[in-house]
């Protein structure tokens, strides 16, 4: 058995998190988001996820600008922004956002739900910059999806580690096999709450893994 620390991402890593709603990946992230090495963090909260509005020791915002005045002016570092339905799917909004984070720096983003993503296959291009560009500013993402089919493929090609939960169609099925290998008949092995977890930088073949509630608090 892996312990928790060994599937925590590196300080400036960007990582995935995939699976049908329910399954366990916002819970999961929560404990990638309290990482000790990475002190800064804002989740993007597009769907207002009843997961995410029982995290502690969080600042909760309604609206970007205070979002930017609590990190930058009170020097809260961990921060989750819930923007109302409109503004959640707005492009301004989010390039706004992203923008921030790159130009920030030192800071994991983390997207609870990526196909609110505005744009389709082109996301905000300070988004892609985030991606591509922002480990040497100390930018760390982590994505959650239901639907890895219909997301912007440099969110995952991008990405050094996938939490892989079960997803029930096919053509999502068949996008995580290509990029991590894990062959659809092992997939349809995880129970609830279980997850493959997978690393680019160690090669090891996934291991199936289960957040015990609670651990990640220890
Ligand atoms: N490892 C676990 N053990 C026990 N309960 C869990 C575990 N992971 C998640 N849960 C519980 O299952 C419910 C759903 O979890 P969570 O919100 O993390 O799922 P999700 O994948 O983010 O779903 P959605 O796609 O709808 O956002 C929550 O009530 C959570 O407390
Ligand atoms: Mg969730």
Not at 106 to 118: G, H, K, M, V
Request: overall charge neutral.
């Amino acid at each position: 058995m892996l312990s928790l620390s060994q599937i925590r991402m590196g300080r400036n890593d960007r990582a995935v998190l995939i699976g049908q709603t329910g399954t366990g990946k916002s819970t999961l992230a929560e404990f990638l988001l309290h990482d000790p090495d990475k002190r800064n963090s804002v989740a993007f909260d597009p769907k207002a996820s009843e997961t995410l509005e029982k995290w502690t020791g969080m600042t909760r915002c309604g609206s970007l600008d205070d979002c930017i005045y609590e990190a930058e002016e009170k020097e809260k570092r961990r921060i989750i922004f819930t923007p109302d339905a409109y503004s959640a799917e707005s492009s301004t909004v989010q390039d706004r956002l992203f923008a921030w984070i790159y130009e920030r720096g030192r800071t994991r983003l983390y997207i609870d739900e990526a196909t609110a993503l505005a744009g389709g296959a082109t996301p905000s291009r300070y988004l892609i910059a985030c991606l591509n560009r922002g480990r040497e500013r100390g930018v760390s993402t982590l994505t959650a999806t239901q639907r890895p089919a219909r997301i912007p493929l440099n969110i995952l090609s991008e990405a050094q580690h996938y939490y892989v939960f079960k997803v029930l169609m096919l053509t999502d099925q068949k996008r995580i096999e290509e990029l991590t290998g894990i062959p659809i008949e092992e997939q349809a092995t995880l129970k609830r709450f279980e997850y493959f977890y997978w690393s680019d930088l160690t090669g090891a073949y996934p291991r199936k893994l289960i957040l015990q509630l609670g651990e990640h608090h220890a």
